[in-house]
């Protein structure tokens, strides 16, 4: 039996890119080497280096003002990063909190300057997204956001809604699942492992007028330093970075992010409607209007009933849809790599479910 995946992250990279890392594994370009065995100063892995960057431009249409930078650390250092590098003297970082993550990211920022909460969904237990009426303040150091929150499974409709002077985002499980206007933002993170490719390797855009040089940042941790040195400031994740290169072209060949938008509207709506029309044996954990395209997450009528759903689904192939140990449920991970048909396998297989225990 075929094992269809539904992790949450770290989660499955594309067939081809498996295949095609597999063809090169010991011996890259004829050089009788893997890549992660070049140096990271020579020729081989620098063209690979500028190859990812100059693709995450060209599928994301980000424009000149901006640099893209590769670092490690994953989003949780970015929660660290961007308030040390970008909340400046006077200045006051804004936070919209709309689960575990933008939480976590404001926790951070507190431990290291002024920093607030603008609106927060917790009252709903992160159901619903709270309304976003917000304007700017001269003192503000940015405004953060969470584009997609991957443990409750809601995601913001319209990433060209927002509008603040340095709009920063964590878009660390929906980066290129849609298009949206990168000139908006001011700073933008996300930790390989959802969309992009493994985990080791974290993309950050930013605003090149952010690029602040500061004598009390380390080095290691100041953007204006990664920027300076092309991303080679130390050795980078070259294996984590060759495969993001191999993800972005699979993606450029599949017709871009356009298209990867069209395909998860379909996965998603098929989910979806499984729940949807299911008479409540299946409930939607978020209202409708805030429903991720990346994460579907749902209940059942009792933990029990959860429990046997999980046991059951996994005898028939699928794993990976037991919810967040933070929340329980269920969740079904939709990212760029799982297909239509993985979906409507699984939609067959709730109903099929729903029709055996549901009476
Ligand atoms: C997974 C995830 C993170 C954490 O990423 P790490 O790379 O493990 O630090 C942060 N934010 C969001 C939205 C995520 O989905």
Redesign the pocket.
């Known amino acids: 039996m075929e094992r269809i995946y539904f992790q ?2 770290p989660t499955t990279l594309p067939k081809e890119v498996m295949l095609r890392a597999k063809k090169e594994w010991d011996d890259f370009e004829n050089t009788g080497l893997n890549i992660m065995e070049h140096s990271h100063r020579g020729d081989t892995y620098e063209s690979i280096h500028e190859e990812a960057k100059t693709r995450m431009r060209q599928l994301l249409n980000i424009p000149d003002t901006h640099d893209v930078l590769f670092l490690q ?7 660290a990063m961007v308030p040390m590098n970008l909340i400046t003297a006077q200045k006051t970082a804004k936070y919209v909190l709309t ?1 575990s ?2 939480e ?2 404001y926790k951070e920022a507190k431990r290291i300057g002024s920093s607030e909460i603008v609106v927060s969904g917790k009252e709903t237990d992160y159901r619903t997204l709270p309304q976003m009426i917000y304007e700017s303040f001269d003192n503000d150091a940015y405004l953060h956001i ?6 409750y499974g809601s995601q913001w409709p319209d990433l060209n809604a927002f509008s603040h002077p340095v709009l920063v985002a ?4 929906d980066i290129m699942s849609r298009p949206f206007s990168v000139s908006q933002y001011g700073l933008i993170y996300a ?4 969309n992009l490719g493994p ?1 080791g390797v ?1 993309a950050v855009i930013i605003r090149k007028d952010l690029l602040r040089e500061s004598e009390s940042i380390p080095s290691i941790l100041s953007y204006h330093v990664h920027a300076e040195n092309r991303s080679l400031y130390n050795t980078p994740p070259v294996y984590s970075i060759y495969l993001l290169n191999l993800v972005l072209q699979w993606m450029e060949e599949q017709g871009g992010v356009e298209e990867m938008e069209r395909r998860n509207k379909k996965k998603a709506e098929t989910l979806y409607n499984a729940i949807d029309n299911s008479s409540g044996f299946y409930q939607g954990y978020c209202t409708p209007e805030s429903r991720s395209l990346m994460n579907v997450t749902f209940n059942l009528n009792t933990e029990e009933a959860e429990r046997h759903f999980i046991k059951e689904s996994e005898a028939h192939g699928f794993y990976g849809l037991k919810g967040h140990r933070s929340v329980g449920g269920i969740r079904a991970s939709i990212y760029n790599a799982v297909s239509q048909e993985s979906c409507e396998e699984l939609a067959a297989f709730m109903l099929h479910f729903q029709e055996k225990y549901g009476k």
């Open positions: 949450a992250g650390g994953g989003a949780s250092l970015q929660f689960g993550w933008s976590k990211a969470t584009s997609n929150n991957t443990i964590d878009m660390s499980s930790g390989a492992q959802k985990a974290t």
